[in-house]
């Protein structure tokens, strides 16, 4: 397995780097190629380990292990920053364009997105060309099969790079010649071909989630992000139809008993979601989990210390305080990169100014401190007049030093061997059930029935312990505060608020620090701006706000 990924990876990096006509048509005999890799079933599983690591680069951060993509902290909290959720206040550098509305074309993670998605593009491209050429199967399904997977990854990187530049170059196939000529595809058109890939991808890939290894694709990831896709082109009664398929399969249901590593320890149905180990459906009986990327500690194919540093950024620098010393039990070493605004997390339990309640009600459990915590207490023995005494949280510690606040616990991380380790190493769930529940109620929203979207809703509430909600209180504001209580920093929130074109309004609403600055056209990323002047030989116009 471990030779499979490391060849995978390889063999993708390298047709994407090269395009060369002789090169692929070269007999090459010991070294990697597509012309004496894709010859087989072996070869194109090769192939697909290389596109699922591609797909996890995006949570790539500073240059170790695979970390090729992006060599920047947190790049993907830039899609958090900017939003309604969280406050980015003396920040690392590389997130305070996104978060102050300052982004220009040169951006490091500006250019790192779009080339990770066309590199993933790329290489299904190349997957997706030879598999038309191989004739040498070991099941008469294998052909369909690996043409399903590479046509999600393409559609899942098209996904990325429409919510964030808007009309962008359709490329389907392999490109041998150098081309200085692109121009970009109407994003209509774009999402067509993403519909008809997830569409494909929906027949032919596995159907039994309890046939496949953990983190492998099934048709109900296939139908999840079809849900989402048909959501952003406005198709409402096919993303229900979507939604549906994967709600009736009878594979997945939501947890609601304790289960997996802790469950007879404190905590909460809602906590064992989170609880290292917890999040694959073989390993640990999650039947809520459609799809998990892996990160797994220790693992081949795992992560690295350059995998995944959500955890560094929710988690407030508590280590910074005399009496606190990094601890598992904390989370480990956290920077707050990302800090939850007081509208929805609430000031209860805190000496932060202000008296607000949040979004969440007393029994819901995902408000609970097993959860959300917000008692912090001294934990260096070496200081004895502080050891075991309660820390406050004041507006100091959560909005200034950000040593100290409200903490989604979601993302907690720690080894005792190394305790300022920066990589989560935790499993990720991408899509889970319960989200696929939410888009169901946003289906229903969009056509206007609000009485099948609150009881799409009440699925998720109920498992929570909220209160039901009736038709009367579903309108899409309410569900986009239930998803921060379900998903907040797992749910990309600038995609979420994109496709209900809310990103303008709850940015004015809620975000003080950017309210005045937030334009129309911020609703898009620059194009960047080395593919604008590469493109010497036709026009490729930059987006509206961002120059030429």
């Not at 070493?333 to 605004?341: E, F, I, N, V």
Request: charged content about 20%.
């Amino acid at each position: 397995m471990k030779n499979i990924i490391k060849t995978g990876v390889a063999l993708l990096i390298l047709v994407s780097i090269s395009g060369c006509k002789k090169f692929l048509v070269e007999d090459l005999k010991t070294e990697l190629a597509p012309t004496n890799t894709y010859t087989s079933t072996y070869g194109f599983e090769v192939g697909s380990a290389g596109l699922y690591a591609l797909t996890r680069s995006e949570y790539n951060t500073f240059g170790e292990g695979g970390a090729y993509i992006h060599n920047g902290a947190c790049p993907y909290e830039a899609l958090q920053a900017a939003t309604d959720i969280a406050d980015v206040i003396n920040s690392d550098a590389s997130l305070l364009p996104f978060a102050n509305l300052t982004l220009t074309s040169s951006e490091r993670f500006v250019n790192s997105y779009w080339n990770w998605a066309y590199s993933l593009i790329s290489s299904a491209n190349l997957m997706l060309v030879y598999s038309e050429k191989n004739t040498n199967w070991d099941s008469p399904t294998d052909k369909e099969r690996f043409q399903a997977e590479a046509r999600f990854f393409r559609a899942y990187a098209y996904r990325t790079l429409v919510y964030l530049y808007g009309d962008v170059p359709y490329v389907e196939t392999i490109l041998y010649d150098f081309k200085l000529n692109f121009t970009r595809t109407p994003k209509a058109e774009v999402m067509g071909h993403i519909i008809d890939d997830l569409k494909f991808a929906s027949q032919y890939l596995p159907a039994n989630p309890d046939q496949v290894k953990d983190g492998k694709l099934t048709k109900w990831a296939a139908y999840h992000l079809l849900s989402e896709m048909y959501l952003l082109n406005k198709e409402y009664v096919p993303a229900e139809q979507a939604a549906l398929a994967v709600i009736n399969s009878g594979y997945y249901s939501l947890m609601k008993t304790r289960f997996g590593a802790a469950k007879d320890k404190a905590g909460d149905v809602f906590s064992d979601l989170f609880v290292e180990n917890n999040q694959n459906r073989l390993k640990n009986a999650n039947k809520e989990s459609i799809w998990v990327l892996q990160f797994e500690f220790n693992t081949i194919g795992g992560g690295t210390n350059s995998d995944d540093w959500t955890r560094r950024a929710w988690i407030p620098n508590y280590s910074g305080i005399t009496g606190f010393v990094l601890a598992d039990s904390l989370g480990g070493r956290g920077l707050a990169q990302l800090t939850p605004m007081k509208w929805w997390v609430g000031t209860t339990g805190t000496n932060a100014t202000g008296n607000v309640t949040g979004i969440f009600e007393g029994s819901d459990i995902r408000n609970s401190n097993y959860n959300i915590k917000r008692s912090w207490y001294y934990n260096n023995p070496a200081e004895t007049s502080l050891f075991g005494k309660k820390a406050s949280i004041t507006e100091q510690t959560w909005f200034s030093t950000k040593t100290l606040n409200p903490a989604i616990t979601k993302f907690f991380y720690g080894r005792a061997e190394n305790l300022s380790l920066t990589g989560s190493y935790k499993d990720r769930m991408k899509f889970r059930l319960a989200e696929t529940y939410l888009l169901l109620a946003e289906a229903y929203l969009g056509q206007g029935n609000t009485a099948k979207a609150a009881d799409a809703v009440n699925e998720v509430r109920k498992r929570a312990g909220a209160s039901v909600v009736t038709a009367g209180q579903m309108t899409i504001d309410f569900l986009l505060d239930e998803r921060i209580r379900e998903l907040v920093g797992e749910e990309t929130r600038r995609f979420t608020l994109l496709r209900t074109n809310k990103l303008v309004d709850r940015v004015k609403m809620y975000n003080t620090a950017i309210k005045d600055k937030m334009m129309d056209y911020h609703t898009l990323w620059p194009v960047p701006q080395a593919i604008i002047d590469a493109n010497r030989d036709a026009p490729f116009p930059q987006n509206p706000g961002y120059g030429k």
